[in-house]
């Protein structure tokens, strides 16, 4: 034990040390929360970016126009003939214009043009036409004799609200919350199974050509040299994982704020305001930040990242002995890894095609084996956690899956230890997939 | 004298091959031991199997006179492989520190016997080099370093040689000497002969896996001797000159080489020049010398290069 520590110690230091892993460490962090940040800036700051001119020659808006958060409607005078609406766009006073002509009549199948400078995002052209969809629908109601009231009363929906049996609500955003969690969680342990499952392979073919191998293993067992240099370098990871998380969380939770004041009022208001119409639709309309901030109050948290470490360190063992079984097999030629590398890649492939599955179907058979077959729970069963514990995921399916993983990585380790011992001290020859499991069914 | 290695019916087979085929043979506590074979012969799989890398298939090693025991005894046993390396980015010091403690030595201890070795090497200033920026010569200055270090019963050195100058080779060759001389017992595997003779007490020579020779240099090349001899004459003599004790098989002025009979003893050569009244500057018996031996040996047991090294 002694010595796996000593060896772990040694392969955590000479990479934490390097300049590398500060780097990628403290800056894969900045880049995510850019990215984060930009995309709460456009959706924050881009309102009210479009401009249209609108002549309403049959007088169809009655001088009034509600507007919308991302396009601003302007009614024109009448007599503005189309060279001075062109010049008007071409000058950048509007994007663009729409002329509803005297003749028009709601009830007909007449089309409207609307002319713009530049070509406009395919979301603005939504939103431009669903607001006319709705005002003109409105138009054609009341002309049928239908009271603004009537109108009204019509138009307040009765709409389904989902909720599971004990009681608590399932709304869409909680859904796609779980669904986005979920995916996200998987597609990080898929990530960091690679990243680090190839560093242990590379600092064992580094061990192997560098010929350290055979110094080493005279003084440790191989099966040692390669628990200390998986342990070290998963210690690593779990470093980088909380750097991570820490950096994440407090960079949220301080700068956010300070370059968004508003958007955390915002949040705040949504919170405190009781669930009722007002509010559904509310969320509904701003249909993003204020609700997400609202779902992720559902989403067990600390489940989730308690699993998440879990099946990290999991999959991460199970994984990672199997790589460096690969890399002591490779000689000099990098080329060799990566045909070794195909059967270890498969599962994990396969791993990722059910877990697509699964997030959109959490309890369908599939997702359910593939979260408790070893090879793929660490990725598929992240996938289901975020739907929630025990309503989706039974603890029994959990508790198996565990189980089931633990023994798994023993059995990969073993196996792996048997490949590792022979293959290290090879030199020369190109090794292949029928030798290694020879030297595994191999007695001593 | 007490052995402080017993080899006893060594077998390991590998897929195709028999890599070490029933070797057994004893070293002595406190000897220079040589290990001997062509390239191929099976002497890295038997040293693997002595420091515990591999398990023999069948047979038995004693060490100290107790069945070994690869989780205590590694302790007990130094080795330098023949494919040594480093890692690249570490430095110096830390990298034997590093390498001392995996043989168990704690951390204190590690650091005063790594400076004793240092300054004794000459090498205090490379401690905070990197290992990358070492020559072959130097960092294999460094590999006997560690190697030695733990102050092992058994030093195990696998072409220890290879790559240093004849200054540093002289260097690692007096603390071979002077660590015998203290006691520990040296196994030393090459095919350098002229190194062997030097150095070497007692030698085993093992080809295709199989022990062919065992005994030490001089008992071997007594085995080994043709009944030649030189001999100088004040006057040189004539060259088809033969008789039934010895026949002339070469002539350098005064100096003959001269092939004994068998049945004649070298007192009859002499006493046959000396009533012909010629004067015997100098005598001696021609010893093979170990190449010739190995050569003649190998040749023997017709080894052909093995395929490089299948495990």
């Known amino acids: 034990m002694n010595k796996i520590y000593l060896i772990a110690q040694r392969e955590f230091l000479t990479r934490v040390q390097k300049k590398t892993f500060l780097l990628t460490t403290i800056l894969l962090p900045l880049l995510i929360f850019g990215f984060y940040a930009l995309m709460i800036y456009f959706q924050v700051k881009t309102g009210n970016n479009t401009k249209i001119a609108i002549v309403d020659k049959a007088n169809i808006f009655n001088g009034k126009f509600q507007q919308d958060d991302e396009i601003e409607y302007k009614l024109v005078g009448n007599a503005l003939t189309t060279p001075q609406l062109n010049e008007l766009v071409e000058l950048k006073k509007f994007d663009g214009y729409l002329v509803i002509p005297q003749s028009f009549n709601p009830n007909g199948k007449d089309t409207l043009q609307l002319s713009s400078g530049k070509s406009l995002g395919i979301m603005t052209r939504e939103k431009i036409q669903g607001k006319f969809e709705k005002i003109l629908e409105q138009q054609r109601l009341l002309s049928l004799n239908v009271s603004q009231s009537e109108l009204d009363s019509i138009q307040n929906g009765n709409k389904i609200k989902f909720a599971n049996i004990s009681g608590q609500e399932d709304t869409a955003t909680k859904v796609g919350i779980s669904y986005g969690v979920g995916f996200a969680s998987a597609m990080l342990i898929y990530m960091l199974l690679f990243i680090y499952g190839s560093m242990v392979m590379r600092g064992v073919m580094e061990e192997k050509t560098s010929r350290i191998a055979e110094v080493i293993v005279s003084s440790v067992k191989p099966f040692q040299l390669m628990m200390g240099k998986i342990t070290g370098i998963g210690a690593v990871g779990i470093l980088q994982f909380i750097i991570w998380i820490v950096l994440v969380i407090g960079l949220q939770m301080i700068l956010l704020p300070i370059l968004f004041p508003e958007l955390m009022h915002h949040a705040s208001q949504v919170a405190i305001q009781p669930v009722g119409v007002q509010a559904a639709k509310q969320i509904q309309d701003h249909g993003g930040i204020g609700a997400i901030l609202d779902g992720f109050k559902q989403v067990n948290i600390p489940m989730i990242i308690g699993c998440f470490v879990f099946y990290f360190l999991g999959g991460y063992l199970l994984y990672s002995s199997m790589f460096a079984a690969v890399g002591s097999a490779v000689n000099e030629d990098p080329q060799d890894a990566q045909s070794l590398m195909l059967p270890i890649m498969m599962p994990i492939i396969f791993a990722i095609v059910i877990m697509t599955k699964a997030v959109n179907e959490p309890t369908s058979a599939l997702a359910v084996f593939g979260s408790i077959f070893p090879l793929t729970s660490p990725i598929v069963m992240m996938a289901r956690i975020a739907y929630g514990v025990p309503d989706t995921v039974p603890y029994w399916q959990l508790g198996l899956s565990a189980i089931l993983l633990i023994a798994g990585f023993l059995g990969t380790t073993w196996i792996a230890g048997k490949i590792y011992r022979t293959g290290i001290l090879m030199y020369g020859k190109k090794i292949t997939w029928k030798e290694m499991i020879k030297w595994v069914v191999r007695k001593n | ?311």
């Open chain 2, 1 to 311: 004298m007490k052995n402080i290695l017993e080899l006893h019916n060594l077998k390991k087979h590998y897929a195709t091959q028999k890599a070490v085929d029933d070797i057994s043979f004893n070293v002595e506590e406190g000897s220079i031991f040589g290990l001997l074979g062509p390239n191929g012969a099976g002497k890295t799989t038997l040293l693997r199997m002595i420091t515990g890398i591999i398990y023999p298939d069948t047979g038995s090693v004693l060490l100290d006179g107790k069945p070994f025991d690869p989780l205590n005894d590694i302790q007990n046993i130094g080795y330098m492989p023949e494919e040594r390396g480093l890692y690249k980015k570490m430095k110096i010091g830390d990298h034997a520190m590093y390498l001392a403690q995996l043989k168990g030595l704690s951390k204190s201890d590690a650091l005063t016997r790594i400076k004793y070795w240092f300054r004794r090497l000459e090498m205090e200033s490379w401690w905070n080099k990197k290992v990358e920026d070492l020559s072959k010569g130097m960092s294999q200055k460094l590999q006997f370093v560690i190697t030695v270090l733990h102050q092992p019963k058994l030093i195990i050195l696998d072409e220890p040689f290879s790559g240093l100058d004849p200054l540093n080779a002289n260097l690692i060759k007096d603390e071979i000497h002077e660590l015998a001389k203290q006691g520990s017992s040296i196994i030393f595997s090459t095919h350098r002969m002229e190194q062997v003779e030097e150095i070497c007490n007692h030698i085993v020579l093992i080809n295709l896996g199989k022990k062919i020779l065992d005994g030490t240099v001089s008992s071997i090349k007594q085995d080994f001797k043709e009944n030649k001899f030189s001999i100088k004459l004040n006057r040189s003599v004539d060259t088809g000159y033969s008789n039934d004790l010895f026949k002339i098989i070469g002539q350098d002025k005064e100096r003959l080489t001269l092939q004994m009979n068998s049945g004649v003893s070298s007192n009859d050569i002499l006493l046959h020049f000396i009533k012909q009244g010629l004067m015997v500057e100098s005598f001696n018996e021609i010893l093979p010398s170990l190449n010739e031996i190995f050569i003649k040996l190998v040749e023997e047991t017709k080894a052909t290069t093995r395929a490089f090294q299948t495990v």
